[in-house]
């Protein structure tokens, strides 16, 4: 099962009520479960959108930390073990704010309780959180406006030296029809705006601080959350577009709850 299991990118269209300016709020990678997840600043960003009017938060995908049977040193990573346990802890802890749904795709960490098991743990958090829309597995396409997509996406390739070539190639392989007006990629943990190929283009930062694995592998952490401003006209095509970046300059060590 876990090996034939069919990924087809999800295709959601939000009912637009004409206004010409849209917020949103975006996260990656909280990878819950992981003693290394900075859940005091991810309720900080949740009380940053409550304030700002959002209703509505993004997530690329590594909601919670998985389990890798190839890499034995992540037990020690993780203060929740199996995926009960690590989807209890969402549902549990990850924030909760009046007006607020998050809508989630599912990233290579979560994937590992597929792989192992054949258990998706999307769906499994999406029943017990009325505020959680489980969009499906690396990609989802929203459309905002008529004439506005979204694009999550939570890649699968490894970090490279520049930091802008992994989403820019992304983009490069994109043929006219297939192309966002903006695109999130998760996965990376860092931080990168730009704008390529009329795309706006991000690579967003994660909720977790570095771990042993990624020092091992010279890999930094940009920690942080995004608010994004959309400017649309009246048929919903942007005309103007700001990327806020709430950044986590200073990550707390065990910084998780029962």
Known sequence: LANNIEVKPTVVRKDWNGSKHIRIGIVSDTHLGSKHAQLTFLEELYDRYAELGITDVYHC???TDGMYPNRNDQIYELHAHGADAQVDYVVNNYPKRDGITTHFITGNHDFTFVRNTGYNIGPAIAMRRDDMEYLGMFNAKVWLTPKCDLELNH???GSAYALSYSIQKTIDALSGGEKPKILCNGHHHKYLTMFYRNIH???VPSV???????????LAA????LVLDIYVDEEGTIERFACEMIPLYKCRENDYRG
């Open 208 to 218: 977790q601080a570095q771990t042993p694995y990624m020092k091992g592998k010279r």
């Open 222 to 225: 940009h920690v942080g959350g």
């Open 201 to 203: 283009a991000i690579e």
């Open 61 to 63: 995908g590594d909601i």
């Open 155 to 157: 890649p699968l390739d």
